[in-house]
């Protein structure tokens, strides 16, 4: 079983504050994505990347995908009260669509 | 659009009894997931199914869960008997694109609690 490992488990800043959650495994994916989860609802899609080294952005988050397609961070800038959610990256194996969850980050940004 | 569909959201059951979840995906989602998210963990994959044929079940306790996706559209998820370590959200997801990088989209999940 593919084990993607995420850190820190558990991360309380003050708002206004950076951020960086990882993401890491010893397999390589074909693509990884970030999806952010608020209690009591599904996870939502937040960025796919695909290409290994790739960085994409959104508004103050960024993220980037490792050149050898092990692993992923999450940068978030100035971070937001609204940013509060558990954040979990997912790996897709070659081929058969698998999608493999990380552990999880529970992110709480203190007003 | 309407999204992903589960029911119930919440049940209570003690263990042994059996339990069934109900899923309906987005409208032409050919591939349909079935996760199980233990409180404070990241989802585990039970059970994928690509239209109604299984793709990946290598996760699901056979002996006690089952699942099934008829004419490729709406999927059950049982599980008989229950045990106390299956109490979890379990969340539904539904994709459109095979075999490409598409988003999954989840419905709210339906909480079991084992007593």
């Known amino acids: 079983t593919q084990l993607l490992e995420q850190s820190p488990q558990f991360l309380s800043i003050q708002e206004g504050e950076n951020l960086t959650v990882y993401c890491n495994s010893s397999?390589?994916?074909?693509?990884l994505q970030w999806y952010r989860q608020e209690p009591g609802e599904g996870p939502v899609l937040l960025v796919t990347v695909v290409t290994g080294g790739e960085v994409k952005k959104l508004k103050r988050l960024t993220f980037q995908f490792g050149d050898a397609r092990k692993d992923s961070s999450l940068h978030i800038t100035a971070a937001q009260p609204g940013d509060t959610g558990l954040y979990l990256c997912?790996?897709?194996?070659?081929?058969?669509?698998?999608?493999?969850f990380g552990t999880g980050t529970r992110l709480t940004i203190i007003p | 659009e309407a999204g992903v569909a589960q029911s119930p959201r919440y049940k209570i059951i003690e263990k042994r009894q059996s339990v069934a979840f109900w899923c309906n995906p987005i409208?032409?989602?050919?591939?349909l997931y079935w996760y199980q998210q233990i409180l404070g963990q990241g989802p585990k994959l039970l059970i994928q199914?690509?239209?109604?044929?299984?793709?990946?079940d290598s996760q699901l306790p056979k002996d006690r869960f089952s699942a099934e996706r008829l004419k490729g559209v709406d999927s059950t998820l049982k599980i008989q008997p229950a045990k106390l370590g299956d109490s979890a959200v379990y969340l539904c997801?539904?994709?459109?694109?095979?075999?490409?990088?598409?988003?999954?989209?989840f419905g709210e999940g339906s909480r079991l609690t084992v007593l």
């Open positions: 409208s032409g989602h050919a591939t």
């Open positions: 997912a790996g897709e194996n070659f081929g058969n669509e698998k999608l493999t």
């Open positions: 997801a539904s994709r459109l694109v095979a075999g490409g990088t598409g988003e999954l989209f």
């Open positions: 397999s390589v994916f074909s693509s």
């Open positions: 199914f690509q239209n109604n044929g299984v793709v990946d």
